[in-house]
């Protein structure tokens, strides 16, 4: 894994996990603080989820700082916190033990090749980490390859919108904050994804979520170039989109939320 780790600028040389893990490593407290995501109206849902199972064994896959791994440990059996980050799951490491967790275990990988054999997890859920991957598709089939039988998959990402101008504005401002931004998906092509990985969806579910601008670029570090391409996209988009993601004068702005749960 290089090395290169400058502030508000990732080497131009990297592969696309390298530049995940230098975007997030550094900033691994960050997220362990970050009210949008240590917050969520989805954990509840996640926690009854959870409950139906006797004990389960869990995957908290694209962990981040491990705000669903300690939703999930007090009802687990085992909690396994998996990210490609070395750096945020020793975030999540330090923050099991103080939270008195012992049932957490932090394993470093990618989301396209899962290192568990068939038939491992009984629930295994995504939140706020799928936009990074590079091949969701792939991904999901892994997913449903270590889930045993009757097992449920819960995925939680921010949602594109569904027509086009919103979602190509969407897209730009969130690689222009994050170069490691692959794509948002919209509830269609997160529907149609599913299906072509053999998983049957019980359940969709969509929230908003308000995004402190000053804080949604904090987290990324986004360059000051980057910060003024934002702005100035966002006071020339048209007023259909401004009205859809309810731009406010400060940058700040509300986007979808989606929550798909599938059964095995």
Known sequence: MSNNHHTGNIDNHLTHNQRVDSQFGSQAEHYLNSDVHANGQEFAAVTTL???YDTP??????????????????????????????DMLGVVASTA????????????????????????????????SAHHWQDVPLALREMRRVCQPKATIIMIDIMAPAYPLSDTFLQTIEILRDNS????YSAAQWQLMFGQAGLNISKVQTHKLFLDFESWVTRMR???????????????????????????ADGSFTTDVIMLIADV
């Open 181 to 184: 931004h692959v794509r948002d």
């Open 97 to 128: 033990v103080q939270k008195g967790f012992n049932n957490i275990e932090t394993l470093q990988g990618i989301a396209e090749s899962l290192p568990f054999v068939d038939n491992s997890f009984d629930v295994v859920i995504s939140r706020f």
């Open 222 to 248: 986004t360059p000051e170039h980057y910060l003024t391409a934002i702005k100035a996209l966002q006071q020339h988009i048209g007023s259909e989109t401004k009205e859809y993601f309810d731009l406010q």
């Open 50 to 52: 959870i409950r139906q």
């Open 57 to 86: 064994k869990v995957l908290d896959l694209g962990c981040g700082a491990g705000h669903i791994s300690f939703c999930a440990a007090p009802f687990a059996e085992q909690v396994i916190a998996y990210d490609l980050s070395e």
